[in-house]
C-alpha cells in the first residue's frame, strides 16, 4: 500500500460524510471572519432563524476597512465605518468573539491567528479571504470560501468541498544573501503562471523551505493562492512547535505534550505520491519584481521585462495591455525605474520579521524625498513589538513613519490608496489593475527590495544597500 501526503492524513481525518460523485463534507476547526464577507451570511441565518452552530471555533476580526491612522476616532468613510459596526453587532448577537478596533488583540485575520496559537498544525482552517492559504504554513488545510459557504460554517461547522488534486513543489539548495520567502514564491508563479496551480492543493518542500522562519512560511503559503491554488502547506516541525510554544491559545502543560505527539506525525510519508511534483534549483532565484498587472508578470530585479518575441502569440494582447497600463515597454531594463509610494504591510509582508528586515535595511539612511511610504504593522501585537524593539526610532531616524494596524494599501477598500498614474513598490499580493487605488501602478517586491527602493526612489537590487 502506497504512503499518504500530509495533505490526505488531514482533509480524511476531517470527513464527515462523502457524497458519491460529489463533494466531501468537511468539518471545519477554525473559522476566522471579518467585516466584508460576513455580513450576507449572518442575514441569510437570521432569515433561517438559526444560530452560529459553534461561536467558540470562530473569531472575528475587523481588518480590511479599517484607517491606519487615529483609530481612536470614528471611522471616515461611512461605507467602511458601517461594515466595521455590523460585524461588531452581528459577533455580540451570535456570540462571537471580537477583537475590534483599538483591542489589543486586533489586527489582520491572517496575521493575528498564528500569532495568537490559534491557528495550529491538522486543522481545517476557512475564511471568507482568498489568502486563508496563509495558516497552511503550520501544516493545515486552510482554504478562502464565498460568502455562501461563510453561512453555512456559521450554520453548520462544516462545508461541502470538492477534494482538490495534489501538488508537491520542492525548492532545493542555499538562498543566496537578499533573496526572501517572497522571492522565492514570485519566482515559483513566474515560471509556473497564474494558472499553473489550478486545481491542486500544494505542498511546498525542500532544504529551501525547510531553512525558512515560521513568519517566511507565511508569504509562500499566502500567495499561493496567486498561481490558481486551492491553498498551499508546509509540514511542520521544530520551527513550527518552537514558534506556537507559550502562545495564548496554544495548548498548554499536558494538552501541549499531547498536542506535539500528534502534530508530530503530520508529514507525508516517503512513499506517498503527488499528482504533479515540480522541483527548482534555490541557486537560480534572486530578488524579483513584478512589472505586470497579475502576479505571474514577475522578472529578477536586474533583468529586462520580456520582449514581445519571447512571449507566447496567444498572450502577446494581454501582455501589451498589462505594460500599457503600467506605462512600460517591452525589453524595458527595470533597476533604476523611478517610484512613487512603498507600502510595507499586509497579511503577506506584515510581520514583525517584515518591519524588523526593512528597518536593518534602511538604518542609517534617510528616505528619498520624493518617495511616500506606509509601513504598516500586521497586528496591534506587531505594532507593540516594533516600539519596544527600537523598530520604530529606526524607522522615524529614516524618515519613515510608523502606522497602525490594518490591510491598509494591499487593497483599495481604505483610506490608503495609491493615486493614479503613481508608481507603488509594495510588498503586497496582487497587482491588479486598481487593486490599490483605481490607476494605481503596483510592482509586487520583498520588504528589503521595498526598503532599496524607499531609500534610493527608483528600483534597485536590494543586495547593493545590504
Known sequence: MKGTTLFDKIWDSHVVKSIPDGPDVLFIERHYIHEVTSPQAFEGLRERGIKVFNPKRVIAT?????????QHLPIKEELSRIQVETLKNNCEEFGITMYGLGHPLNGIVHVIGP??????????????????????????IAFGIGTSEVEMTLASQCIMQPKPKKMRINIEGELHKGVTSKDIILYIISKITTGGGTGYFIEFAGSAIRSLSMEARMTICNMSIEMGARGGMIAPDEKT???????DFSPKGEQWEKALEYWK???????????????FDANDIEPMITYG????????????????????????TSFLKSL???????GDKLEGKKIDYVFVGSCTNGRIEDL????????????????????VPGSKKVEKQAIEEGINDILEEAGFELRQPGCSACLAMNEDKIPAGKYSVSTSNRNFEGRQG???????????????AAITGKLTDPRNIL
Not at 475587523?62 to 487615529?70: A, L, Y
Not at 516517503?270 to 499528482?275: I, L, M, N, P
Not at 524588523?356 to 509601513?375: E, H, L, Q, S, T
Request: hydrophobic share 35%; aromatic share 6%.
Open 241 to 247: 512547535f518552537e514558534y506556537l510554544k507559550g502562545r
Open 438 to 452: 483605481p490607476g494605481a501602478r503596483t510592482m509586487l517586491a520583498s520588504p528589503l527590495t521595498a526598503a532599496a
Open 324 to 330: 500599457d497600463y503600467m506605462g512600460f515597454q517591452p
Open 62 to 70: 475587523p481588518d480590511h476597512n479599517i484607517p491606519t491612522k487615529n
Open 265 to 279: 506525525t503530520l508529514r507525508t510519508d516517503d512513499d506517498a505520491e503527488f499528482d504533479k511534483e515540480l522541483t
Open 356 to 375: 524588523r528586515m526593512f528597518a536593518n535595511a534602511v538604518k542609517g539612511r534617510k528616505k528619498a524625498d520624493d518617495v511616500v511610504a506606509w509601513i
Open 293 to 316: 498587472t497579475n502576479p505571474g508578470m514577475g522578472e529578477k530585479i536586474v533583468g529586462n521585462i520580456p520582449a514581445l518575441d519571447e512571449v507566447e502569440e496567444s498572450s502577446r
Open 115 to 140: 500569532e495568537l496559537g490559534l491557528t495550529q498544525p491538522g486543522m481545517t482552517i476557512v475564511c471568507g479571504d482568498s489568502h486563508t492559504s496563509t495558516h497552511g504554513a503550520f501544516g493545515s
